[in-house]
């Protein structure tokens, strides 16, 4: 038996057990004959949810480490985020079935900032997205675009969190076939009537905080929503058409319905851009400049995108609508399709009625990530505010140290009117310093 002959006889013994074997030979000069052959037992170090961190998505808003103000103020809305104010009597009543069925919190709150970045907890998202109807790993590595790693364990749902799921299916269902008692229909109420015609009070912090708090609560609902509604779209395609629904679908499916996403053809970009350079031009008094009325896409791009930035929850960036060079670059340095027009080929009415409302849940995901963004930009220009008072005081150096404080820090020092000491300037070179450094996409503990 020659080597090659004994290496295909290898394979057969593998493939026939689905192991990697051990085989003892033996051979008497003439013969070599196979005696035994035992599995190997490999051992892989398999890790919990709560061992993973990731970057997904959250590194798409936040790219870079928040400044300590920001962190503090990240935190304020995150962990205490809610919308019960505005649930629907059906809803409210369903709510609270729900929280009385004890069930594990996370492990690990999350997110947590590792090395100045900011990372989710895989834990986190299973309690947060794990648990509504239809949404299983495959519509969450989609949903939050990450792939949840072979060596991962993750346990089966309690009893709890079965019966949980269950209660939401039926909600689903129930506003599926009622629309007018559906959530979208309920946060599109909650966007005209508490967003739009109803404005804030911005000159105090409690107030902003709240709205923001709402607006992340509701947000993180809709997101929820959506996974549903794509996981019952696959589940009905793949039940009743007896065709496995491909990931390219899903992509589609996605890409087709970001209604309010930023979709920009060339041309249309490098209008904006020299209107841009225009205006930049203007606020230089460079001679020769004449009065310019700007082009609908501009006011358009700019009602939208005006106060939005590359790291979308730092308070100390400034927004675009302040910052025309940063605007510029970010539109040079970026790549924009049309809008995709794929048939998403939904056949009959129920496909089509699932389509239409995954359709409507993230057209006022967008928005409601937009007004919380702008939300934003108001706590910024309220920090900006206390901190010339603080400069004109002699607490602080500059009026950009108060983005390197901690949000006690500063209620400290405006009570105990105690300056700050030279400690900060350390903090802002971390900054500096993490920025500019490589992360790992995940992380296991």
């Not at 985020?81 to 649930?87: E, V």
């Not at 708090?213 to 589940?235: E, P």
Request: hydrophobic share 40%; glycine share 4%.
């Amino acid at each position: 038996m020659c080597i090659r002959d004994r290496k295909k006889a290898a394979e057969i013994i593998e493939r026939s057990f689905e192991n990697p074997m051990d085989i003892e030979w033996a051979w008497d000069g003439s013969i070599l004959s196979i005696l035994q052959a035992r599995p190997i037992k490999i051992e892989i170090k398999r890790i919990l949810p709560h061992e993973f961190w990731t970057r997904a998505n959250i590194g798409e808003i936040i790219p870079k480490p928040l400044t300590p103000l920001s962190w503090s103020i990240f935190k304020e809305v995150i962990f205490k985020s809610y919308r019960i104010k505005y649930y629907s009597l059906i809803d409210r009543f369903f709510t609270n079935i729900i929280h009385l069925i004890p069930r594990k919190p996370p492990v690990e709150a999350s997110p947590k900032e590792i090395d100045g970045y900011l990372y989710l907890n895989l834990d986190t998202i299973l309690k947060s997205f794990g648990g509504e109807p239809w949404v299983n790993k495959h519509i969450l590595e989609f949903g939050l675009g990450f792939q949840i790693p072979d060596v991962l364990t993750i346990p089966q749902k309690s009893f709890s969190e079965r019966l949980v799921s269950s209660i939401k299916g039926l909600i689903f269902l129930i506003e599926l076939f009622l629309p007018w008692l559906s959530m979208e229909n309920r946060l599109e109420k909650f966007i005209n009537n508490h967003l739009i015609n109803k404005p804030n009070d911005k000159n105090e912090l409690s107030t902003i905080l709240n709205t923001v708090r709402f607006l992340f609560g509701w947000h993180m609902a809709i997101t929820a929503r959506c996974f549903s509604h794509l996981g019952f779209f696959k589940y009905i395609t793949e039940k009743y058409k007896q065709i496995e629904l491909q990931d390219e679908k899903l992509i589609t499916l996605l890409s087709v319905y970001q209604s309010n996403s930023m979709v920009l053809d060339n041309q249309i970009k490098n209008k904006i851009i020299k209107e841009l350079q225009f205006e930049i031009k203007k606020a230089e008094k460079i001679n020769g400049y004449q009065p310019f009325n700007h082009s609908n896409e501009f006011k358009s791009f700019m009602e939208k995108y005006g106060h939005r930035s590359v790291n979308e929850f730092e308070l100390s960036q400034q927004g675009w609508n302040e910052n025309y060079d940063g605007l510029i670059k970010f539109l040079n340095d970026s790549d924009f399709n049309h809008k995709i027009k794929n048939k998403t080929g939904a056949n009959n009415f129920l496909e089509k009625v699932i389509i239409g409302r995954l359709e409507k849940a993230i057209f006022l995901r967008e928005i409601l990530k937009s007004q919380l963004i702008k939300q934003y930009r108001d706590i910024r220009y309220y920090f900006l505010n206390k901190s010339s008072h603080l400069y004109k005081q002699n607490l602080i150096h500059n009026i950009n140290d108060i983005f390197y404080l901690y949000l006690d820090e500063i209620e400290e020092i405006e009570n105990n009117q105690i300056p700050i000491d030279n400690s900060i300037e350390t903090r802002k070179q971390n900054v500096i310093r993490q920025s500019s450094e490589q992360v790992p996409y995940t992380i296991y503990d």
